[in-house]
């Protein structure tokens, strides 16, 4: 991001073609290394949304907290894959 912290996007077809679009920022961009990481808004944060291309707009969706971000791989070397999962409540907003 713009401020310093690593920031991925995570998108998911849904069956009505509208898009599950999670975005996690992990606030120290050290701290993104594989391993269990607790999403608790102090150093990893994730907001999720649902994107509907054929209107171009966002709708729904919240806060994932408490959960949990999972990384099987992560680095912040450009083009480097990520991989895992993300679980959690989600809080509407």
Do not use: K
């Not at 995570?10 to 990481?37: C, K, N």
């Not at 990384?71 to 999962?85: C, E, F, K, N, V």
Request: charged share 15%.
């Amino acid at each position: 991001s713009g401020e310093g912290q690593a920031v991925i996007q995570m998108f998911s077809p849904l069956p009505d073609g509208r898009y599950t679009v999670v975005f996690v920022v992990v606030q120290d961009p050290a701290d993104l290394v594989p391993g269990t990481h607790a999403v608790d808004l102090a150093h990893v944060a994730a907001i999720m949304t649902f994107y509907d291309p054929a209107t171009d707009s966002t709708s729904g969706g919240g806060l994932i907290l408490p959960g949990e971000l999972v990384l099987d791989s992560a680095s912040t070397i450009p083009g480097a894959p990520i991989a895992g999962s993300i679980t959690g409540e989600v809080i509407e907003l």
